[in-house]
């Protein structure tokens, strides 16, 4: 009888893990984005209202989840940082799975009137509760098994595997657009991608339920309850921080990432495919920088690498969106164009989940991080849609995706200011207190958030 091969190694298999869940969580949030127009025709247009009235509800309804998020990573960090990162990962993915799987299934306006669109929300709801737990969880796996010095290559794996789910819902939405007539992909092609989220939830699932726990979370001592209550506003100040450090990634990922398809056709006239496609090469330039950027802050720290993004995304964003907006430019320019939008946003997106990590101590890490991720973009990733999308309405003015994300953009880069450059070097915090001296052994009287 041949031997068994030997088990991967825990920290292989905790990124492998966290990554599927991920990938499921992004593939999902992408497929909705991409059939917008598609959703607000069966869900949220009735007969006699506007197009453009019914993609403004569709993207109420996909912001109204993003505002479950903060909810779902307090309740679920709480899980996390109690009983451990393993349960909290198991219990998001099948609330995940399991809403995502029944919207594939819904009934739609035509057959069951003005409930088809409550039922939607309903689910977009559970998905933003399990949302909000899934990244503080996942981040929190990746970046306490990584080895030494490899932190922001663990933790942009979150990064690159939104990226892969993007492109895996830009894909499916691609392939119904060509081989289904718009009729059909009206009437029961849509549905085919999210219920495909069952068979992947129950391989996630399966990995999930072989993880071991983290050992920072095993070695980390309880927390005393004054401890905790003195800690909370040292906490507060570091998840508000957090949040407007990342507030440029969250609002240039979902504008040039998930909005794009639906601007390109309301506003520029683009076909389905067109607007998929070119969604497709934001997406691969997304997920070309990620892995880099979060290596090369490894070695020069996550400051830098943030800074860099931020501001070239601040600096470009107009010229690239014109570029897009011209006819005159050829299909060669406009897909160099979302190529390096999506590039940029990586240099941000990269560095970011090891960066959240570190400004928080392992008793607090899975609520603060998911909690600074989530308001993040419960207000600058959920709303980016809805809110280009009237402000285009109100004004007529097509350059508002450049101003909503030049502003947001900017607004990082000051917070980004506030980084200090050592703390990829050391070792992830264990509790409240003074910050260590950057690239010295944290003990726990050392550790602070910030």
Request: charged share 15%; aromatic share 8%.
């Amino acid at each position: 009888m041949p031997p068994r091969p030997a088990p991967a190694p825990a920290p292989r298999r905790a990124l492998v893990a966290s990554s599927v869940g991920n990938f499921i969580e992004w593939y999902e949030f992408g497929v909705y984005g991409f059939f917008a127009t598609v959703i607000a025709a069966n869900f949220f247009t009735p007969d006699g209202a506007s197009e453009l009235e019914g993609l403004v509800k569709t993207y109420a309804s996909f912001g109204l989840a993003f505002f479950f998020r903060p909810i779902g990573a307090a309740v679920f960090g709480r899980v996390g940082d109690r009983i451990g990162r393993r349960p909290t990962l198991i219990l998001v993915l099948l609330l995940m799975t399991g809403a995502t799987t029944l919207i594939g299934l819904l009934p739609t306006y035509a057959t069951v009137g003005a409930a088809a669109p409550w039922l939607l929300t309903l689910l977009r709801v559970l998905q933003g509760l399990s949302a909000g737990g899934e990244f503080g969880g996942a981040v929190s796996l990746m970046t306490e098994f990584a080895p030494p010095g490899r932190r922001g290559l663990y933790g942009a794996w979150q990064s690159f595997t939104v990226a892969l789910g993007l492109l895996a819902g830009a894909g499916a939405a691609a392939v119904l657009a060509t081989a289904l007539s718009e009729r059909a992909l009206h009437d029961w092609g849509w549905r085919v991608p999210f219920l495909l989220t069952l068979p992947l939830g129950l391989a996630a699932l399966w990995l999930r339920l072989r993880l071991e726990e983290t050992p920072a979370f095993r070695a980390a001592p309880p927390v005393a309850r004054a401890a905790e209550t003195a800690g909370r506003g040292e906490v507060a100040r570091a998840v508000v921080l957090g949040a407007g450090r990342i507030m440029g990634w969250a609002a240039a990922g979902y504008t040039f990432l998930v909005v794009l398809p639906s601007y390109l056709q309301s506003t520029l006239d683009a076909s389905f495919r067109q607007a998929l496609i070119a969604t497709v090469v934001a997406n691969l330039g997304f997920a070309l920088s990620i892995l880099p950027a979060g290596l090369l802050s490894d070695r020069i720290g996550r400051r830098p690498v943030m800074l860099t993004g931020a501001a070239l995304v601040a600096v470009l964003a107009f010229p690239l969106l014109n570029l897009v907006q011209d006819p005159g430019s050829s299909a060669l320019v406009q897909g160099v164009a979302v190529f390096v939008a999506g590039a940029l946003v990586g240099l941000m997106a990269g560095p970011g989940p090891a960066m959240l990590a570190e400004m928080f101590p392992t008793r607090v890490r899975c609520t603060g991080l998911g909690l600074a991720y989530a308001l993040s973009n419960a207000v600058f990733s959920g709303c980016a849609g809805l809110v280009i999308t009237e402000a285009i309405k109100r004004t007529g003015d097509a350059d508002i995706p450049a101003y909503y994300v030049t502003v947001t953009c900017a607004v990082s880069l000051l917070a980004l200011l506030t980084l200090r450059g050592g703390h990829h070097r050391g070792a992830l915090r264990e509790t409240t207190g003074t910050p260590p001296v950057p690239g010295t052994p944290r003990t726990p009287k050392e550790t602070s958030c910030g």
